[in-house]
C-alpha cells in the first residue's frame, strides 16, 4: 500500500509544513493506513446485503484542517471513493505540500488484472496511472476488445510481425499509435496529439498539426480559390468541367453563379485530396522511425440542408463529402420545396449524388438519431435547430457549422478525422529491409 511505502515521506513534509514532530506524524499514517483497509471492507458488508443495491451519491468535498494533515483528510477520502463517489479534495493552505503527498498515494501506478469484457474497468477511460490486463484470444480479438469502449486517445502495439502491424494500423480505433515504442511524449508536428470518438471534442483537430489553429480562426472568401494541376481524371472532375462548359453557355440560368463556384469548389476539393488528405504525410523523415499524420474519412455523415441554404451551399457539401470518401447522406426537412431541392431532382443533381440517398425528416427525428451519426454538416451557425444543439450537448457530438468554403485547404477538414502513427520500424540501430532504402 502506497501509505504505507511513504510513511517516512509523510514524517518529513509535515514537519516542513506544520512543524508537527515525527513521533505525532507516525501515528497519523497508521491511522491513515485503517482508513484505508477499513473503509473498503465497510463498503463491502453494505454490499452483501442481498436485498439492496447502492451507489456513490455523486462528488464528495474533503475540506481538511492543518492540525492533523493526514488522518482526517485521509480518512474523508477514502471513505468517499470506496463508496463509489469522485471527490474535490481542498486540504488547509498551511498543509499543501502534505495534501499532495497524500493526493499521490490515490494517484499512484495501479495494474487490475483480469478484467471482464463489457466491465467499467473495460469501458471506462481512466485519466491516471492504472493498467487493466485482460485476456484476448488473438490480435483481431485484442482489436475487438479496444474498440469495443468507444474511446480512441492513444493506443500502442510491440510486434515485429509486419502483418500484425498493418492490421492492427487499419482497424484499431485511435487517434495516435505507436508501434514498438511507447505511448507518451508526443511532439509537436512530429507526432500531432488528439483523440478520436469519445476521446475527442469538437471537430477532432490534433494539437501540433498544420490545422490546430485554423479552429480559432474565421474566414472570408473574396475570389474563386487557387488550384493546381488536377492529374487524375474522375467522374466527378468531369460533370464539373461540364457544368462549367454548361456556365460559359448559360444553361444554369439564374443558377449559373451558384454552379460556378461549385465547380471552382470540386476543383479545389479534387486539387488539396491530392496533395494533401488523400496521401500519408512525414514532415520529418526520420532515420528509424516513421511519423505519419493520416487523415480517415468520416464514416456516418449527414449533410443537413436548411431552407436558407443557397444551391452552392448544398452541393458543394455533397462534392466535399464524395471526394473525401465518406459515407453520407442528404438529409431535407419535411416539406422543403424550392429551387435547391428541385435542382437535386433533376439530371444534373443526380449525377452529383450517383446512388447517394437524400432523405426527409423532421428536426425531432434528428436529433433522436444522432446517436447513429459520426458527424453533422450544416451550412451556417444559425441554421441549426436548438433541439439539435440541446441533443448533442448531452453526448458530445460536434456540429460542424462554419460556412461553406470554396477552398478546400478549409473545407475538405469537417469531413476527416485525423490519426498520427509513430513506427520505431529499427531494432537497436538495425533498420533491417528498410535499410537498402534508406
Not at 446485503?49 to 485521509?74: D, E, M, R
Not at 502534505?98 to 481512466?126: N, R
Not at 511524449?185 to 501540433?208: D, Y
Not at 470554396?406 to 540501430?429: D, T, V
Request: net charge neutral; aromatic share 10%.
Amino acid at each position: 500500500m502506497e501509505l504505507r511505502k511513504r510513511r517516512g515521506d509523510f514524517l518529513g513534509v509535515a514537519a516542513a509544513d506544520t512543524g508537527k514532530i515525527f513521533t505525532e506524524t507516525d501515528v497519523e499514517v497508521s491511522e491513515a493506513v485503517d482508513f484505508a483497509e477499513f473503509h473498503p471492507w465497510s463498503v463491502q458488508q453494505f454490499d452483501n446485503i442481498k436485498t439492496v443495491s447502492s451507489k456513490g451519491k455523486g462528488v464528495g468535498l474533503v475540506i481538511s484542517p492543518w492540525n492533523f494533515p493526514v488522518a482526517i483528510p485521509c480518512g474523508g477520502l477514502v471513505a468517499a471513493l470506496s463508496a463509489g463517489n469522485s471527490v474535490i479534495f481542498k486540504p488547509s493552505t498551511d498543509a499543501v505540500l502534505t495534501a499532495w503527498q497524500l493526493y499521490q498515494c490515490f494517484w499512484s501506478p495501479g495494474i487490475k488484472y483480469g478484467v471482464e469484457p463489457g466491465s467499467y474497468d473495460h469501458m471506462t477511460e481512466f485519466f491516471g496511472p492504472l493498467l487493466s490486463v485482460m485476456c484476448a484470444m488473438d490480435l483481431t480479438h485484442v482489436i475487438e476488445l479496444i474498440n469495443q469502449t468507444g474511446y480512441g486517445l492513444t493506443s500502442g502495439i510491440e510486434s515485429l510481425d509486419r502483418r500484425e502491424q498493418q492490421q492492427w494500423q487499419d482497424t484499431v480505433f485511435a487517434g495516435n499509435l505507436y508501434i514498438n515504442r511507447g505511448t507518451t511524449g508526443a511532439i509537436t508536428l512530429r507526432q500531432p496529439f488528439g483523440g478520436i470518438g469519445k476521446s475527442a471534442l469538437g471537430p477532432g483537430i490534433k494539437a501540433g498539426s498544420p490545422d490546430y489553429v485554423g479552429q480559432f480562426m474565421e474566414f472570408k472568401e473574396h475570389d474563386k480559390p487557387l488550384t493546381g494541376v488536377i492529374n487524375k481524371e474522375c467522374a466527378l472532375l468531369r460533370l464539373a468541367n461540364e457544368w462549367e462548359t454548361m456556365v460559359h453557355w448559360g444553361a444554369f440560368g439564374e443558377n449559373s453563379a451558384d454552379i460556378a463556384q461549385t465547380v471552382a469548389a470540386i476543383k479545389s476539393y479534387l486539387y488539396h485530396m491530392k496533395k494533401r488528405f488523400g496521401r500519408n504525410q512525414d514532415f520529418f523523415h526520420l532515420r528509424g522511425q516513421d511519423n505519419i499524420l493520416r487523415y480517415l474519412p468520416i464514416t456516418d455523415m449527414l449533410i443537413r440542408v436548411h431552407a436558407d441554404d443557397s444551391l452552392f451551399e448544398t452541393l458543394a457539401r455533397i462534392a466535399a463529402a464524395k471526394v473525401a470518401g465518406c459515407n453520407f447522406v442528404v438529409s431535407l426537412p419535411k416539406g422543403l420545396d424550392n429551387d435547391v431541392t428541385s435542382f437535386l431532382e433533376n439530371r444534373y443533381g443526380r449525377a452529383l449524388l450517383k446512388n447517394k440517398p437524400v432523405i426527409c425528416g423532421s428536426d425531432k427525428q434528428l436529433a433522436n438519431n444522432l446517436h447513429s451519426l459520426e458527424r453533422i454538416r450544416y451550412a451556417a451557425p444559425d441554421r441549426v435547430p436548438a433541439e439539435i444543439f440541446q441533443a448533442a450537448s448531452e453526448n458530445g457530438f460536434f456540429i460542424a457549422r462554419t460556412p461553406v468554403y470554396m477552398e478546400g485547404r478549409l473545407e475538405m477538414l469537417h469531413y476527416f478525422k485525423q490519426q498520427s502513427i509513430c513506427n520505431n520500424y529499427h531494432r537497436y540501430g538495425n533498420l533491417g529491409k528498410r535499410s537498402d532504402l534508406e
